[in-house]
């Protein structure tokens, strides 16, 4: 069975500073993974995701992951954190020969000015 | 415009008084599925759908029932509502196979049972 882990339960980051979520996968084959995020009381918002091809994607708000598979980890960065990427990231993993989303528990990011 | 939706967004009840909660999309999508999302846990599977009048437990189904007897709602019913199914809850959809493995989530329904 699959599964994902979100190694940092918070961070604060400065607002101007450099931001980055890990995430690490346990499943045999190469997955389809993503990276949610959910602002206070809001929804789930998606804001990458990788399949296959280029191991580098870049995402919506100026993010971008890494897919690096002899690392089994797909980390999410952020050059610069403005206030409003405070929110709750979630990493997620479908396996490549099922529908079924495994998410992370989830990582809360604090933007301190 | 392409979407889910989910009604109530917010619920109060009380222990035991039946509820359901529905779930709706536009996109066509064989694929449907429930989660429920508590703080440290992230997101766990409750049920899913692969098509009309075919489901599945996912990972936590105690206490929840579903039915899908229309391609676009898929309900999550609970019989007797319990303290510690206050959650807030997503339904998500996807198309069966294809290019796209992403998974379309509604706006989540927050439930507390008192």
């Known amino acids: 069975a699959q599964s994902v882990t979100q190694p940092d339960i918070h961070i604060t980051v400065s607002e101007g500073a450099s931001l980055e979520l890990r995430c690490n996968y346990s499943?045999?084959?190469?997955?389809?993974l993503f990276w949610y995020v959910q602002s206070p009381g809001q929804g789930l918002q998606l804001l990458l995701k990788?399949?296959?091809?280029?191991?580098l994607v870049q995402g919506i708000k100026g993010f971008e992951a890494e897919f690096k598979r002899s690392q089994s980890s797909f980390n999410l960065r952020k050059p610069s954190v403005h206030w409003s990427d405070a929110a709750e990231y979630f990493c997620a993993l479908t396996p490549s020969n099922d529908y079924k989303l495994s998410f992370g528990a989830g990582t809360t990011v604090t933007v301190r000015a | 415009e392409a979407q889910v939706t989910q009604n109530p967004r917010y619920l109060i009840t009380v222990t035991g008084k039946k509820l359901t909660v529905t779930c709706s999309q536009n996109m066509n999508h064989e694929y449907m599925s429930w989660y429920r999302q508590d703080p440290g846990l992230g997101l766990r599977q409750i049920y899913y759908s692969m098509n009309v009048e075919v489901t599945d437990k996912g990972d936590v189904p105690e206490g929840y029932k579903v039915s899908r007897k229309e391609k676009r709602n898929f309900p999550l019913i609970l019989e007797s509502p319990s303290p510690n199914q206050t959650s807030l809850y997503f339904c998500?959809?996807?198309?069966?196979?294809?290019?796209?493995?992403?998974?379309?989530f509604g706006p989540g329904t927050r439930l507390t049972v008192t």
């Open positions: 499943y045999g084959a190469t997955p389809y």
């Open positions: 998500a959809s996807r198309a069966w196979g294809g290019e796209s493995y992403e998974q379309y």
């Open positions: 990788y399949f296959s091809g280029d191991t």
